[in-house]
């Protein structure tokens, strides 16, 4: 199975390969919007290089600076991935705007928007990669790169639809405008990764499938407690970090107590592979009525 580093490391190959295709086809065709294209994929190859580097220094084990791991410095990647996409898009508004208060001239040649769509089809299907290994591997810096390409790929059927229109009927607007169009959509998209940056920052929840995933192993596995409740979970990259109060009867033995958490922790843990489990033990003096999970 690959992992999330060998993942990282052809992903910045694909960046590469696909950038010297885009870098071509703009050079053949003289199109802003293609160029603007291209100018995107630099940007995705320096996020390449950075998912990488987040993912690499992520993967070292907890130590005594960070006794809770690394993994949230996948998180980062998203806020460098906004201010180069930001960067890019202003770069793109800028060679936009000089066509149009210049005469520009649009001549699309078929050879150059063949590169555009071999381009645009390898970035297509590498989105959808990290895409679904990100999320089943549950990494914050690959996922949010799959979406980055992923926006890269709508941009470049934008662009290809604008510089062969300019091409065609001598409307030569067209191109500069959807440069404009595509700055605008690499900002939107840059917005949304930010966002769900800093919601992991934040530590934010898990989802509700995971949520309902986390109550269904206490209240199945629980036997010999009474409930849990003052259930948080909260996602870090990877690693998902539980913590609830489980209630038993306060005649049992400690052994008794700890062998429920056992169960209950190899349960979690066979649903939620990379999770961290803390569990308070409670007598039934401790119970409470709301939104606790009976057992």
């Given at each position: 199975?690959s ?6 490391w052809?992903s ?13 086809a703009?050079w053949?065709?003289g ?29 070292r ?7 809770y ?5 996948e ?5 460098i ?6 960067a ?16 520009h001239v ?9 590169v ?11 989105s959808?990669?990290?895409i679904?290994r990100?999320?089943?591997?549950r ?7 799959g ?15 604008g510089a062969?229109l ?15 169009a595509v700055a605008?959509?690499?900002?939107w ?8 940056s800093?919601?992991?920052l ?13 109550r ?6 629980g036997?010999g407690?009474i409930?849990?409740?003052d259930?948080?979970?909260?996602q870090a990259?990877p ?14 033995s ?14 979690l843990t ?5 999770s ?13 009525s ?6």
């Open positions: 199975m992992t999330p580093i060998s993942i990282a052809k910045l190959v694909v960046a590469v390969v696909v950038l010297a295709l885009k870098a071509l703009a053949w065709s199109s802003v919007a293609l160029f603007s294209d291209a100018v995107e994929s630099i940007v995705n190859v320096a996020t390449a290089l950075v998912v990488l580097a987040a993912i690499v220094y992520a993967a084990p907890a130590d005594a600076g960070h006794p791991g690394h993994e949230k410095a998180y980062f990647v998203a806020m991935e906004a201010v180069l996409i930001g890019a898009a202003f770069a793109i508004l800028s060679e936009a705007w000089q066509a149009l208060t210049s005469d649009v001549d699309v040649p078929g050879h150059a928007v063949a555009a769509v071999v381009a645009a089809a390898i970035n297509g299907i590498w959808y990669v990290l679904a990100g999320r089943e591997l990494s914050a810096a690959l996922t949010a790169d979406w980055h390409l992923f926006a890269d790929v709508l941009s470049t059927a934008g662009v290809l639809v062969v300019a091409s065609v009927t001598g409307i030569v607007i067209l191109d500069p405008l959807l440069a404009i605008l959509h690499i900002l998209s840059g917005w949304r990764i930010l966002k769900s800093i919601d992991g934040m530590d934010s929840a898990p989802d509700s499938r995971t949520i309902e995933l986390i269904t192993a206490i209240a199945s596995e036997g407690a409930q849990a409740h259930l948080k979970a909260r990259g690693v998902t970090f539980i913590e609830f109060h489980l209630v038993v009867n306060g005649e049992i400690v052994r008794e107590a700890h062998d429920i958490c056992d169960r209950i922790e190899t349960a066979e649903r939620l592979s990379n961290q489990i803390t569990i308070h033990v409670e007598p039934e003096t401790k119970s409470k709301r939104d606790s999970i009976a057992i």
